[in-house]
């Protein structure tokens, strides 16, 4: 059972990246599925989620109008498209998939914006 993210690295100001978050040894849809953050000296926030059952999303005020989370279920992962991206969106990304007392976190994925 894991979570793998990929899509992070280095971009300018005002660029994108897409996230991708592969669950495998489970059926991700069937899991809330979340993307986190967390920069130098701070907590670790949560940026998207998509529930299930029934898709209702959430954002961060941060980042809402900028970012989007959907999921491919025929992939069996969930992505975060972020546009516009900000030097305050620098951190690790982390993907989260929960259902009732299950919790599973992937490793990480670094994001830097700068100049």
């Known amino acids: 059972l894991q979570l793998v993210e990929s899509g992070g690295g280095l971009v300018q100001p005002g660029g994108s990246l897409r996230l991708s978050c592969a669950a495998s040894g489970f059926t991700f849809s069937w899991f809330h599925g979340s993307w986190y953050r967390q920069a130098p000296g701070k907590e670790r926030e949560l940026v998207a989620l998509i529930a299930s059952p029934g898709g209702i999303i959430n954002y961060a005020d941060s980042v809402k109008g900028r970012f989007t989370i959907s999921r491919d279920n025929t992939e069996n992962t969930v992505y975060l498209q972020m546009n516009s991206l900000k030097p305050e969106d620098t951190a690790v990304y982390y993907c989260?998939?929960?259902?009732?007392?299950?919790?599973?976190w992937g490793q990480g994925t670094q994001v830097t914006v700068s100049s």
């Open positions: 989260n998939a929960r259902r009732g007392n299950l919790n599973y």
